[in-house]
């Protein structure tokens, strides 16, 4: 099986589409696939073991598509993935007509053309163009309904994917890009030290980029309701593909100022894995206040989960089911056999509060803090629920709705 990724975003980019394409290229090149990665130059080959990069895409215009089209008659593959997030490729839409273009192209291999597939990451309008929704969504449809197959990686947009009678939908989840693995010698109490953390503190934590829909404000704002409390602020603030990140992390950094909690807040910014599970196992709570409310969608929260982290974060908007990746694959004909995935439980595996309320969210911080007995609950049951969502099942699940395009099922 030979696979070609196109994604706007590939390490050492930062950023949730590049690590979750990296770990899908690294599973199925563990299965036997041949697996190239087409990408932006600001990617390199440095983190491409048993896969071959080709960070070559200056910029996702119209003429790049001539770039696509060549690789594709170079490696002729059998599938085409495009691992799509309007972000990622700098909001450009060249790349939602991409199937159209590759369908013309022969696959020099026994067969009339490449298959294609697309994983749409988030379906909501991105925030930089919040007055584009049609448009938007127009050639995000055009994307979908030329694609051979479509993924969504959480419930609500396989949900909203099932309502545009496309030839085949399936819901395959993402799992978390941060291995579980600590430095060498780690102490918790040590490290908490090192971090200026003192006895008696509580230590919330928060992981992933700053922008409009992570709750960043509504953060700060509990956080100055919670006396005793410390703020680690784990990763890269910012990301490589949302301009918007910027304006909005200065508006978070402005109000720290202003609450007085400069103090109180402390910033890690990009840091290797192990340092990152460290810093997550140093923290007494995580919490993740996303204004649309959790989602599998989230790498972030994906990550909270597999770390066994006491999480408090926010209610899916009404609804919202958490439907499960099926060990066959999903699709509009079999979603009535779907069983139920394991869905985020309000005291059994984390902390539910209303989106974009201080209050509630500073309330179930101090019920945690105040509960070591709690806080190993929702732990043990966030590190249950992750199991679901392991690297190794969402590989061969690619795999599967791979050979189902190739073979013409």
């Given at each position: 099986?030979?696979?070609?990724?196109l994604?706007g975003?590939?390490?050492?980019?930062?950023?949730?589409?590049?690590?979750?394409?990296?770990?899908?290229?690294r599973g199925?090149?563990?299965?036997?696939?041949?697996?190239?990665?087409?990408?932006?130059t600001?990617?390199?080959?440095?983190?491409a073991?048993?896969i071959?990069?080709?960070?070559?895409v200056?910029?996702?215009?119209w003429?790049?598509?001539?770039v696509i089209?060549r690789?594709?008659?170079?490696?002729a593959?059998?599938i085409?993935?495009?691992?799509?997030?309007t972000?990622?490729?700098?909001?450009?839409p060249?790349?939602?007509f991409a199937?159209?273009?590759?369908?013309?192209?022969?696959?020099l291999?026994?067969?009339?053309?490449?298959?294609v597939v697309t994983?749409?990451?988030?379906l909501r309008?991105p925030?930089l163009f919040?007055?584009?929704?049609?448009?938007r969504?127009w050639v995000?449809?055009?994307?979908?309904?030329?694609?051979?197959?479509?993924?969504?990686?959480?419930?609500e947009?396989?949900a909203?994917?099932?309502t545009?009678?496309?030839?085949?939908?399936?819901l395959?989840?993402?799992?978390?890009?941060?291995?579980?693995n600590?430095?060498?010698?780690?102490?918790?109490?040590?490290w908490?030290k090192?971090?200026?953390v003192r006895?008696g503190?509580?230590?919330?934590?928060?992981?992933g980029f700053?922008n409009?829909?992570?709750?960043?404000?509504t953060l700060?704002?509990?956080?100055?309701?919670?006396p005793?409390?410390?703020?680690?602020?784990?990763g890269?603030?910012?990301g490589?593909?949302?301009?918007?990140?910027?304006?909005y992390?200065?508006?978070?950094?402005s109000?720290?100022?202003?609450?007085q909690l400069?103090?109180r807040?402390?910033?890690?910014?990009?840091?290797?894995?192990?340092?990152?599970t460290a810093?997550f196992?140093a923290?007494?709570l995580?919490?993740?206040?996303?204004?649309?409310?959790a989602?599998?969608?989230?790498?972030?929260?994906?990550?909270?989960?597999?770390h066994?982290?006491?999480l408090?974060t926010?209610m899916?908007?009404?609804?919202?089911k958490?439907l499960?990746?099926s060990?066959?694959?999903?699709?509009?004909?079999?979603?009535?056999?779907?069983?139920p995935?394991?869905?985020?439980r309000?005291?059994?595996?984390?902390l539910?509060?209303?989106?974009?309320?201080p209050?509630?969210l500073?309330?179930?911080?101090?019920?945690?803090?105040?509960s070591p007995e709690?806080?190993?609950?929702?732990g043990?049951?966030?590190r249950?629920l992750a199991?679901?969502f392991t690297?190794?099942?969402?590989?061969q699940q690619h795999?599967?709705?791979?050979?189902r395009i190739?073979?013409g099922?």
């Open positions: 099986m030979r696979v070609l990724f994604t975003e590939f390490p050492p980019m930062q950023g949730g589409v590049g690590d979750c394409t990296h770990e899908i290229a199925l090149a563990a299965r036997g696939a041949d697996v190239r990665v087409l990408t932006s600001k990617a390199d080959t440095h983190h073991s048993r071959t990069v080709l960070p070559i200056k910029n996702w215009d003429a790049n598509l001539r089209a690789v594709i008659r170079d490696f593959p059998d085409a993935h495009i691992q799509y997030q972000g990622a490729f700098a909001m450009r060249a790349i939602d199937p159209r273009w590759l369908h013309f192209l022969p696959c291999r026994g067969r009339a053309r490449v298959g994983t749409f990451h988030d309008v925030y919040p007055k584009a929704g049609r448009v969504e995000t449809r055009e994307l979908a309904r030329s694609s051979d197959a479509v993924i969504a990686t959480n419930d947009d396989y909203r994917l099932l545009w009678n496309l030839r085949l939908a399936t395959i989840p993402i799992g978390s890009n941060i291995p579980t600590e430095p060498a010698n780690y102490q918790t109490a040590a908490r090192q971090l200026g006895d503190e509580i230590l919330l934590c928060y992981f700053l409009e829909s992570k709750g960043g404000e700060i704002r509990a956080l100055a309701l919670v005793n409390a410390k703020l680690l602020m784990i890269g603030q910012v490589a593909s949302d301009p918007t990140n910027l304006a992390l200065s508006k978070v950094q109000l720290i100022s202003n609450l400069t103090d807040v402390l910033w890690t910014d990009y840091t290797p894995p192990e340092i990152v810093n196992r923290a007494d995580c919490v993740l206040p996303y204004r649309d409310g989602s599998y969608r989230r790498g972030t929260l994906m990550a909270a989960l597999a066994g982290c006491a408090v926010t899916p908007r009404v609804g919202a958490h499960p990746p060990t066959a694959l999903r699709s509009a004909q079999d979603e009535a056999n779907a069983s995935l394991p869905a985020l309000d005291g059994e595996n984390c539910l509060v209303p989106p974009d309320d209050r509630a500073a309330d179930a911080i101090q019920r945690a803090a105040a709690l806080r190993a609950k929702i043990a049951g966030a249950e199991q679901h690297w190794d099942k969402i590989a795999l599967e709705l791979y050979r190739a073979n099922v």
